[in-house]
């Protein structure tokens, strides 16, 4: 029995669907570079990507951290052993189309077959074309995962936000420094301590408008006593304040998030 051109025409069509589908999965395959052996790591505030050392006695990364809020990034890096490091190395990070560098402070260590770990905040989010040097010496670090890697802590920390109550949008990297540092917004004196105090660890975070002035301060991780929160939110809220609010793409003041761990002793 012949088959009806209408149902010809169908069966073609679907070929053609999965055919086209197959060409995209492939495309995007090859695209992405492979993460195998990359975990992804979170919590309520924080997102890690990590694996374990590379055997390779090459430069490469091995930690990706960063928290939902914060724009800095925690990263670890392996050097190489014929890579010299001292106490008095210097680190530096350049990016294209700085006029300058960005000297980093970082924490040194060895592993037990020599080659040295390095720890270290860098401002913005990893890039393959930035580069580091240790010394004036350029580190040639492998850096093909990069962008896969970027992308899935980029997925992970939109999950963060959205559980936080907070756009991804609303969190700015343009927001200058707070007056002074947030230490001294909070004191002993504003808190005393209890005959038998202990120390207390929470994270919070809060609103920056856009001149500067803080508001809708919370804990996502509390200091283990309610009160003792709201005290401290009250402090910051009412002595707290940054040099500038943020900015967006045209200028214009926009407002945005910050967040901190505070360690109380009460």
């Known amino acids: 029995m012949n088959s009806s051109p209408n149902l010809k025409r169908h069966v073609l069509e679907r070929l053609r669907g999965k055919i086209m589908l197959a060409i995209l999965v492939t495309f995007q395959s090859a695209a992405l570079p492979a993460t195998t052996g990359w975990r992804t790591e979170r919590d309520q505030i924080t997102c890690q990507i990590n694996r374990d ?5 090459r430069a490469e990364w091995v930690t990706i951290l ?36 960005s000297a980093l402070a970082f924490k040194r260590g ?16 990893l890039d393959p074309t930035f580069s580091f040097f240790l010394d004036g010496q350029q580190l040639a670090i492998v850096g093909d995962e990069l962008p896969a890697l970027r992308s899935r802590l980029a997925r992970c920390r939109e999950d963060q936000l959205v559980g936080l109550g907070v756009e991804a949008a609303s969190v700015s990297d343009t927001l200058q420094p707070p007056v002074g540092s947030v230490r001294p917004w909070i004191t002993n004196d504003d808190i ?21 002035r803080i508001n809708n301060c919370r ?10 929160d709201r005290r401290v939110c009250e402090l ?16 214009q003041p926009v407002e945005t998030w910050d967040s901190r761990w505070m360690i109380v002793v009460y």
């Open 66 to 101: 960063r928290d939902a809020i914060s724009t800095t990034f925690h990263v670890t890096l392996i050097v190489p052993r014929t890579v010299p490091i001292t106490a008095r190395s210097r680190l530096t990070m350049v990016r294209p189309g700085d006029a300058g560098n």
């Open 236 to 251: 910051l809220t009412r002595r707290g304040a940054y040099q500038r609010g943020a900015r967006d793409a045209a200028g």
């Open 192 to 212: 005393p301590p209890r005959p038998l105090p202990k120390s207390r660890r929470g994270y919070m975070m809060w609103k920056v408008l856009p001149d500067g």
């Open 110 to 125: 060895r592993l037990a077959d020599g080659r040295a770990v390095l720890e270290f905040d860098t401002p913005v989010d």
């Open 53 to 57: 050392v590379p055997a390779s006695d």
């Open 219 to 228: 804990f996502v991780i509390s200091l283990d006593d309610e009160k003792l």
